[in-house]
């Protein structure tokens, strides 16, 4: 079965689909979208308000250290995106996972010097293991789980994950079972995917399927 649900939701199931349960953050107008759908899922996700964006940075990284989990933050744009630097330089020195999440203005007004427009992509570059702009709702998904991915193997470290605000509002007919999307993998690597909803069954589709309404096809890039 499938349900609209938007960019921000997305974002909280796919974290909650990767384990965990603690989210550091501080809000502001570029990111309340996601604060907005946080409060849903209180029973699942605690988040803990700090009092500085680099705080939260620290704060995540003492929690990733003690619970061998990776530490989640939230943040804003312009200066809250640009106060995170320091911990994640920190991070990225100490090997500790961290899944950063900064606000971003839509996308349409990326170049356009639109207020606390920063180019967290680049500032962040230096001091992440990997920095990606999510630019609409059906990257999601695959963006958290490749973090995720990313921030845990190998060598640990920070990635950050710079969210503009259209694809946090927009919305996108998705799995209502949006554990097994993120959590799909191709031997210890997660796939690039596009997943959508077939109203009629296909021909080609073999064996006894009369009692299905729908298919879900999922398309390995």
Same mark, same amino acid.
Request: glycine content about 8%.
């Given at each position: %079965?499938?349900? #609209?649900?938007?960019?921000?939701?997305?974002?909280?199931? &796919?974290?909650?689909?990767?384990?965990?349960?603690?989210?550091?953050?501080?809000?502001?107008?570029?990111?309340?979208?996601?604060?907005?759908?946080?409060?849903?899922?209180?029973?699942?996700?605690?988040?803990?308000?700090?009092?500085?964006?680099?705080?939260?940075?620290?704060?995540?990284?003492?929690?990733?250290?003690?619970?061998?989990?990776?530490?989640?933050? /939230?943040?804003?744009?312009?200066?809250?995106?640009?106060?995170?630097?320091?911990?994640?330089?920190?991070? %990225? %020195?100490?090997?500790?996972?961290?899944?950063?999440?900064?606000?971003?203005?839509?996308?349409?007004?990326?170049?356009?010097?639109? /207020?606390?427009?920063?180019?967290?992509?680049?500032?962040?570059?230096?001091?992440? #293991?990997?920095?990606?702009?999510?630019?609409?709702?059906?990257?999601?998904?695959?963006?958290? &789980?490749?973090?995720?991915?990313?921030?845990?193997?190998?060598?640990?470290?920070?990635?950050?994950?710079?969210?503009? =605000?259209?694809?946090?509002?927009?919305?996108?007919?998705?799995?209502?079972?949006?554990?097994?999307?993120? #959590?799909?993998?191709?031997?210890?690597?997660?796939?690039? /995917?596009?997943?959508?909803?077939?109203?009629?069954?296909?021909?080609?589709?073999?064996?006894?399927? &009369?009692?299905? =309404? #729908?298919?879900?096809?999922?398309?390995?890039?």
């Amino acid at each position: %079965m499938s349900e #609209k649900i938007t960019g921000a939701e997305a974002l909280l199931r &796919s974290i909650e689909a990767e384990g965990a349960d603690t989210i550091f953050g501080y809000p502001g107008g570029a990111i309340i979208p996601v604060f907005d759908r946080l409060y849903d899922h209180k029973d699942k996700l605690r988040h803990i308000l700090v009092r500085h964006e680099q705080g939260a940075t620290h704060a995540a990284q003492g929690y990733a250290r003690v619970s061998g989990k990776t530490g989640v933050v /939230f943040v804003t744009s312009g200066p809250g995106a640009t106060n995170v630097i320091t911990g994640l330089s920190d991070a %990225m %020195m100490d090997s500790t996972p961290l899944v950063v999440i900064t606000g971003q203005v839509s996308s349409e007004s990326l170049g356009s010097d639109a /207020f606390q427009e920063t180019d967290v992509i680049g500032i962040t570059q230096p001091v992440t #293991k990997w920095s990606h702009q999510i630019r609409t709702a059906d990257e999601i998904a695959w963006a958290v &789980s490749r973090a995720f991915y990313i921030a845990s193997t190998g060598r640990p470290g920070p990635v950050v994950l710079d969210f503009a =605000k259209n694809a946090q509002n927009d919305q996108n007919k998705v799995l209502k079972d949006l554990v097994a999307l993120t #959590k799909a993998r191709m031997g210890d690597k997660p796939l690039d /995917f596009r997943v959508s909803i077939a109203e009629d069954i296909p021909e080609t589709l073999h064996g006894d399927h &009369s009692n299905l =309404k #729908k298919i879900i096809i999922i398309k390995i890039l």
